[in-house]
């Protein structure tokens, strides 16, 4: 039999999939009125106690949601289920590549769980993880990043790909900074090497520092105009 | 692992349009700040092929050094690490034009 090799010029994104669907949602969300933070962090940073906190605050001033994607357990919807606001949890796919992240796909599957028309700010709470959850786009208006400075000052230079794609970076933790010897100043110049100028707020969700601001922040860009 | 997700679209757009010809090669442009690691998504492409028309398919990646140009000056610098920096005035105030690529560029098959 004869063989006959061929080459086709394709030009595909990777993500094209995904970007596509992702904007689907955004159209969801927009039609719905609803501002939708994907709120992203290494695993353990404080992203569900920063929550707490902020539905504790937001109780009255703005109908808040949450998605919540784990890999497979429910304990941070859990701690969130007290707050009675609308609340969904996502469990990753075990199966191939899905379980660093939450995708577009994913999030699409818990929103027929929600009443976006209820809701002013959906907070997507991503899988844990530095690296993967910042390439998936899932139809979101903003990414908020916390980090928590028990990971050190030198994450934005070996993992700049999520810091640069934060509009907002809540470093998280910093009751803990009288008994570390993290630099602040030096993460702080890290963090404008790879992002210059991003938005950052110096937060405990332990003491409550920064919340306030982090509130504002967040009725600022969601409140109903 | 980004890496598996990654390859796992990867093939899934090889094999739409391969269209039932057997994929010997797949082109894969790859912008270096993408933070992919080159090992890890040939391992993961290899493993996903499996029992699809890209089984045994060479991934060829090309990795797609890091350009700006200056919003200040104007002039082009090839960037090696952060603070990317233009190399003619030191601003940091650059346009990213490479080095966020990830696509496939071609695919070679066989037509049985
Ligand atoms: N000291 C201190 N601990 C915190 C702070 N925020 C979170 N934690 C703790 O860090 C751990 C992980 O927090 P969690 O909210 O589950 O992180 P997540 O994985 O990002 O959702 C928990 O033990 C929290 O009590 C903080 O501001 N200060
Ligand atoms: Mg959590
Ligand atoms: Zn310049």
């Known amino acids: 039999m004869h063989r006959t090799a061929v080459k086709q010029v394709v030009m595909e994104g990777v993500l094209d999939a995904n970007d596509a669907l992702a904007q689907a949602n955004r159209t969801q969300f927009d039609e719905a009125g609803t501002y939708v933070v994907n709120l992203m962090s290494s695993p353990g940073a404080g992203k569900t106690a920063l929550l707490e906190r902020t539905l504790e605050r937001m109780h009255g001033k703005l109908r808040l949601g949450v998605l919540e994607g784990d890999v497979q357990t429910t304990l941070d919807a859990d701690r969130l289920s007290r707050f009675h606001v609308p609340l969904v949890q996502v469990n990753t796919d075990p199966g191939f590549g899905g379980e660093c992240h939450l995708d577009a796909n994913m999030v699409r599957s818990g929103l027929s769980e929600l009443s976006l028309n209820d809701m002013d700010v959906l907070v997507i709470e991503n899988v844990g993880n530095l690296v993967c959850p910042a390439e998936f786009k899932v139809g979101e208006n903003t990414r908020v990043m916390v980090y928590s400075i028990t990971e050190g000052e030198e994450k934005p230079l070996k993992y700049p790909l999520m810091f640069r794609s934060a509009d907002l970076v809540l470093v998280n933790k910093v009751d803990l900074l009288e008994h570390l010897d993290f630099d602040l100043e030096q993460f702080l110049g890290y963090l404008d090497a790879v992002n210059p100028g991003v938005e950052r707020i110096l937060a405990s969700a332990r003491t409550g520092q920064g919340v306030d601001e982090w509130c504002s922040w967040l009725e600022e860009r969601g409140a109903p105009s | ?112």
């Open chain 2, 1 to 112: 692992m980004h890496e598996l997700a990654i390859a796992d679209s990867i093939v899934q757009i090889a094999d739409r349009h391969a269209n039932g010809r057997r994929v010997t090669k797949v082109q894969l442009k790859v912008g270096h700040l993408r933070q992919v690691v080159p090992s890890a998504l040939a391992f993961s492409f290899e493993l996903v092929a499996q029992g699809t028309s890209v089984e045994g398919a060479e991934l060829e990646m090309e990795e797609v050094p890091v350009t700006g140009s200056c919003r200040g000056c104007g002039v082009e610098s090839r960037l090696k690490e952060f603070p990317l920096q233009c190399r003619a005035c030191g601003s940091d105030d650059l346009r990213v034009l490479e080095g966020e690529e990830l696509f496939v560029e071609s695919l070679e098959m066989e037509e049985v």
